[in-house]
């Protein structure tokens, strides 16, 4: 229709905002765009936006480095597990980026599939790696090469990515404004 071609009527985006029933999760690998595009959307859905990294460091007053350097990676998916079973209690509306690493605890992809709609945001490696460059926030990058690193972790990942996911949007190939456009079409898929 007419009004969906239009990004910036308030209209559309207030009719898309009611069509959402529960949380949305951009699921995806590190440098995907989650955070950017999460906050882009929640905008126009006019809903709450949470990123769960950042939950997670002003829940425990800690950055993410430091986390994983004090507890370990396992610990850190426990927290958040807890943090999506937090943010997700009544299933309202809302939007949320997840860490690239969320899907890969068992009860993280559990409670998503009851709660939410997740959207895998995909991007190819070489995209990925120069979006992480210059940014030593994420501790699984600094152990070696990021292209080898990130190009194994999406190898493992991509099947949760794919079983998780209501639909998938490369963030790779067009403007932020024309990715924001797809999922917003895509929602109707959240069901
Ligand atoms: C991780 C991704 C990071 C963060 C942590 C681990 C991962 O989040 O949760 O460094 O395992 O892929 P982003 O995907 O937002 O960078």
Same mark, same amino acid.
């Given at each position: 229709m007419m009004q969906e071609q239009d990004n910036n009527n308030p209209q559309k985006s207030a009719n898309y905002g009611q069509s959402v029933a529960r949380p949305i999760v951009l699921i995806g690998m590190m440098g995907a765009g989650k955070?950017?595009?999460?906050q882009v959307l929640a905008q126009k859905l006019d809903l709450p936006f949470y990123d $769960?990294?950042?939950? @997670?460091?002003r829940t425990h007053n800690t950055t @993410? &480095? *430091?986390y994983f350097e004090k507890y370990g990676e &396992?610990?850190?998916r426990e927290t958040e597990y #807890?943090?999506? #079973?937090?943010?997700?209690e009544n299933a309202?509306?809302?939007? @949320? $980026?997840?860490g690239g690493g969320a899907v890969t605890h068992a009860k993280t992809r559990d409670i998503i599939t009851k709660k939410a709609c997740a959207i895998w945001l995909e991007a190819d490696v070489s995209t990925l790696v120069r979006r992480c460059a210059g940014n030593d926030s994420r501790p699984l990058l600094k152990s070696g090469d990021p292209h080898a690193i990130l190009s194994g972790l999406l190898e493992r990942r991509a099947p949760l990515y794919a079983e998780l996911a209501q639909f998938s949007v490369r963030t790779d190939r067009h403007s932020i404004d024309d990715i924001i456009q797809t999922i917003?079409?895509?929602?109707? *898929?959240?069901?």
């Open positions: 955070t950017r595009l999460g $769960s990294d950042a939950v @997670i460091e @993410i &480095a *430091q &396992a610990a850190f #807890e943090t999506f #079973e937090r943010l997700m309202a509306p809302m939007v @949320i $980026s997840a917003l079409n895509g929602l109707k *898929q959240c069901k």
